[in-house]
RNA sequence: GCUGAAGUGGUGGAAUUGGUAGACACGUUGGACUUAAAAUCCAAUGUCCAUUAGGACGUACGGGUUCAAGUCCCGUCUUCAGUACCA
């Protein structure tokens, strides 16, 4: 009896979906663990080998969890909003819901015949009606809070209103918009309502605002800045504008502080948790108020060293900043239009790029300095961003680099104000060993305590305060697409108004183009039927709105609807909330109390790094929201993080002579003029030899082509890139799986590394890890059927299982998966070598191997006469005993070097250890009649001679 | 520039608290079985010197600490990832 591992892996697949054998329980006995990987976006390409890394090593960990003991929740589902299928619906006017079914079919088939312990009966689809009419409600909780400083927590909106008529705002410490007015309980309670409502909008959550974005008309469509380059599109090379749109946005900047904090409290890798850091990027400091010279402006800014006061020799302006037009002079501002003229064409990422040109120019205006009451020159430059502070900043050359050098070339000043330095060269930006000088009353100071002095300075005069700057911004929430969520939204002359939690989900409208109109306005508003009906609750006709506020026309409550949906990470920001939900109990809840109570939060999370600074700050800000509105018990998403690394593909190079049709083979193309032409990797084998009858089915310009040949090959170039279409480097899973089995897929993609390291995909080795499941099913069944009896296992049987026992536990818990497919073959290499047959030792074999190679052990286990499932056998326990040794084979050195190896009893003492050491004719031979200065022994471990 | 991770045979990688560097595989070479191939099995395989015995060198590079360093410390270089004129 062989391994025939197709049909043994299509039979246990059938019976675990047959059984619910993974089907996790919301009431158990057994303590609660759940286990996730980041759900994919179904796309048309399916899934190459580098998906299925980190669901292995998820598969892995939630099996052994259940042989643990562990309830286990490992389910899986489909982040199905998205643009590639938005793209391929405005090809084709496919509808993106028949492509991206078509895509999850393919998914779900590919996943299955790995052979995933996913619950599949929680599956969670984002752009399924049912799921989004939770995000969309989500959406409304969000648009009904407002934020409390003081608590440092979100609260109803309706309470911030009782506040508001009963002592107006002033006395309200909220996370606001800066341009809100002060009012008293009386005025507001004048207000009409729609100045009730305007006010509350820049307390909501979630706001509409102005926001600028890259508008590109030829496409119709707002572009992100990386799909700009050189201030046109990337695609098509169309002219791209700045353009104000009015957008949603989400005031994660209320959270900036607790995202910060958060993150000691959980079990992540230092370097996500510093990519997390960064983004929300903290400073301490103070803002500073400058007045301005004979104009009736001043100028904030943001300063992390209001220490250096007294340094300031001249300020800078973005060049896009509001009052360059107000205070420029009239001698100054040719050049200074100019400048701003110049700077406007040059994209944001040409001006990041372009680090070391300095420019900027006079604006002619001077500010006065807080204390001296000195002129400081104003200017504007382009390394001061509008997007960061305020846009302005009080440069102090002697201390900031930036500074130092725009001074230089522009012949400013240098005052130097630190102690004993030299600034004749460069700036001195140390501010651990600064003492300041030549600045009054922070002469002699340190830098904390002359900071302390300074904002205690500036408060008296009203100029300044100590201020905590984010880089953090609010997040836009709106997109000018089709295919994701719908707002529960429509608008009262102007004012959005949130659809009541019955009447969702609003549901997408069709269209009959993807694209945006003529008018420039997003897919929706080619939706005919778009309107809400307030009288009966549901999406009416467009044709039935009536232009209020026009004279004649009516208010008939029917209005229109948000036009904009929402963005990629809407859907993907509470996921695992519903996952923990039974389906059958979905409806009336995102999830139920007592779901979201046992299953709490995710024990351990797998998935890429690219989603460092999106998804999971989302996902941590929103967890925070749900958990202060009361909707959730955790404040934390996601306890520990895993990243697993990218496989990358190894490209196949064929080298065609210039301007002729004949390729030449990698080992003679020295002395040929060539041409790298990547071609399919699928039609190479392991010794880079192509197949030459397949390349020239494989596209038609090869057809007819020469080729110069090595030792009758042609042997391909290599190069490891990432996998992708446009590279012909991909390489699915689903013929590793008709060739090897999906065992040896799931062993291999352990074997090939730590899980956390990127690495190059390469067939070669797969063969190891096949032979492996194939000695290790001869360990158990040879021609005349199971092997497997009564024996009594041997000393070293149980050495050899105890010793795998113990490695594979630890290696799980480390997340050490390559190391215990080694660990594996060991065993049963030395079992093999042993001749074991024993049950006593096969069978513990079998869960330990369980969690790796599923099927084969699902199959051997029903051999030795189960007739349950592997999948909860108790994990083998570890018993040291069997591993107590009563001799150690001592490597004995000489001044460090190992030179042979001499074996002890553990028991001897040191002293004799050293005699007997001494007196081996080896080490006398070593020593050659020296005599030794020193020896070290340590029992157990080592010897080693000195002299 | 900054932040983080890494650099070990022909290749992927192992060495968890400093204690026999190169586990386990792949590849290569030789052999067995076979008409042949596949499969399987056995042996060798860091580099260099040496017939052997054995020796020298060796974990990116240069220093250091230690009886002992891939591992700890200082400096340098390289690669990858993220981020960037952040005031």
């Known amino acids: 009896m062989s391994y025939h591992f197709n049909e043994i892996e299509a039979k246990w697949q059938k019976y675990w979906a047959d059984n619910h054998t993974f089907k996790a329980e919301n009431k158990s006995d057994k303590p609660k663990y759940y286990v996730l990987d980041m759900f994919p976006y179904p796309s048309g390409a399916g899934l190459h080998v580098g998906h299925p890394l980190g669901y292995i090593a998820s598969d892995i960990y939630a099996r052994y969890k259940r042989h643990k003991g562990f309830n286990v929740l490992h389910p899986q589902g489909y982040d199905s909003f998205g643009l590639p299928a938005e793209q391929y619906a405005i090809q084709t006017g496919q509808h993106p819901a028949i492509t991206t079914e078509t895509n999850i079919k393919t998914y779900r088939r590919q996943l299955d015949q790995i052979g995933f312990s996913f619950d599949w009966s929680r599956e969670v689809r984002t752009s399924n009606p049912d799921y989004y009419k939770w995000t969309q409600w989500i959406f409304i909780q969000l648009f009904e809070s407002w934020y409390c400083k003081n608590h440092q927590s979100a609260f109803p909106i309706s309470e911030l209103e009782k506040v508001f008529s009963s002592e107006g705002n002033e006395s309200v410490e909220a996370v606001c918009d800066d341009n809100v007015n002060v009012f008293t309980a009386e005025e507001w309670n004048q207000f009409s309502s729609e100045k009730k409502q305007d006010i509350l909008l820049k307390y909501r959550l979630t706001y509409l605002a102005e926001t600028e974005v890259n508008w590109c008309p030829a496409l119709g469509t707002v572009l992100a800045n990386d799909e700009i380059v050189n201030g046109v599109s990337e695609r098509g090379g169309h002219p791209v504008i700045r353009k104000k749109m009015t957008q949603w946005s989400m005031r994660i900047s209320a959270y900036a502080e607790r995202l910060l904090q958060g993150l000691d409290t959980i079990d992540w890798t230092d370097s996500l948790k510093e990519s997390q850091r960064n983004w929300i990027g903290k400073s301490v400091g103070a803002s500073v108020t400058f007045n301005v010279n004979d104009h009736d402006a001043v100028i904030d800014v943001f300063t992390t060293r209001p220490d250096t006061i007294y340094g300031v020799s001249f300020m800078t302006l973005a060049p896009e900043h509001d009052l360059v037009s107000q205070i420029v002079t009239d001698e100054q501002k040719a050049e200074v239009e100019a400048y701003i003229e110049a700077t406007a064409k040059r994209s944001e990422r040409d001006r990041m790029a372009d680090v070391k040109t300095i420019s900027g120019v006079f604006t002619g205006a001077y500010a006065e300095h807080p204390f001296t009451k000195e002129p400081i020159p104003i200017w504007i430059g382009d390394y001061v961003l509008a997007g960061y502070g305020t846009g302005a900043v009080m440069s102090v050359p002697c201390g900031d680099q930036r500074d130092y050098d725009f001074a230089k070339h522009f012949n400013i000043p240098i005052p130097n104000i630190f102690e004993g330095v030299d600034i004749s060269e460069e700036a001195f930006s140390d501010k651990e060993n600064t003492i300041i000088a030549n600045s009054d009353f922070l002469n002699g100071m340190n830098y904390k305590k002359a900071t302390k002095r300074a904002i205690y300075e ?5 100029q300044g305060e100590g201020k905590t700057n984010y880089r953090l911004r609010d997040a836009v929430f709106s997109r000018q697409r089709y295919w994701g969520e719908p707002f529960p939204v429509y608008y009262v002359n102007g004012m959005p108004q949130m659809i009541d939690l019955e009447h969702l989900p609003v549901r997408l409208p069709e269209v009959e183009k993807y694209l945006p109109t003529e008018e420039g306005e997003p897919p929706l508003g080619r939706a005919d039927v778009w309107a809400w009906d307030t009288n009966t609750n549901t999406i009416v006709s467009n044709n039935l709105v009536t232009l209020s506020g026009v004279e004649g026309s009516h208010d008939n409550g029917i209005y229109p609807l948000e036009l904009n949906t929402m963005p990629g990470w809407a859907g993907s920001s509470w996921y695992f909330f519903r996952y923990m939900e039974e389906a059958a109990n979905r409806g009336e809840h995102f999830a139920t109390e007592d779901a979201l109570k046992y299953w709490e939060n995710v024990d351990l999370y797998i998935g890429g790094s690219e989603h460092a600074t999106g998804h999971l700050l989302y996902s941590r800000f929103w967890v925070k929201f749900m958990h202060d509105r009361g909707f959730v018990g955790v404040d934390e998403p996601f306890k520990k993080l895993i990243n697993q690394g990218m496989i990358l593909g190894t490209s196949a190079i064929v080298y065609r002579v210039s301007g ?30 192509i197949d030459i009858e397949k390349l020239k089915q494989w596209q038609p310009q090869f057809e007819n082509a020469e080729f110069i040949l ?34 040896s ?19 070669a080795g797969i063969t190891g890890v096949h032979g492996f499941l194939k000695k290790l099913w001869k360990l158990y069944v040879d021609d005349n059927g199971l092997k497997v009896n009564d024996a009594e296992a041997t000393k070293d049987n149980l050495k050899t299982l105890h010793k795998t026992i113990k490695k594979v536990e630890d290696d799980i818990e480390n997340f050490s998966f390559n190391t215990s497919v080694s660990t594996f073959m060991i065993a049963v290499n030395e079992l093999t070598a042993q001749k074991c047959t024993s049950k006593a030792i096969l069978e513990p074999l079998l869960v330990l191997i369980s969690p790796y190679a599923p099927h084969i052990a699902e199959e051997l286990w029903s051999k030795l006469g189960h007739d349950q499932s592997i999948s909860t056998a108790p994990f083998p326990k570890f018993e040291e005993k069997h591993l ?57 471990k080592i010897v080693n001679i000195v002299g």
């Open 884 to 940: 107590v040794e009563s001799s150690k084979n001592y490597p004995i050195s000489f001044n460090g070097k190992m030179r042979f190896t001499l074996e002890l009893p553990l028991d001897m003492s040191k002293d004799d250890i050293e005699k007997t050491v001494m007196a081996h004719e080896k080490t006398i031979a070593q020593l050659q009649g020296r005599e030794p200065k020193k020896v070290i022994v340590v029992p157990g």
């Open 458 to 462: 500036l408060e008296q005069l009203g």
């Open 745 to 763: 897929l799931r062993l291999y993609e352990m074997f090939l590394g730590p899980l956390e390291q990127a690495k190059p995909w390469n067939t």
């Open 660 to 689: 002729t049709n004949t390729y030449v083979s990698k080992g003679l193309k020295e002395g040929h003029d060539v041409e790298e032409i990547r071609v399919d990797v699928n039609i190479v084998n392991a010794s880079d030899e």
């Open 710 to 743: 090595e030792e009758g090959n042609y042997i391909v170039g290599r190069e490891v890139e990432k996998m992708s279409k446009r590279w012909f480097n991909v390489v699915n899973p689903d013929s590793i799986c008709e060739q090897y089995g999906a065992d």
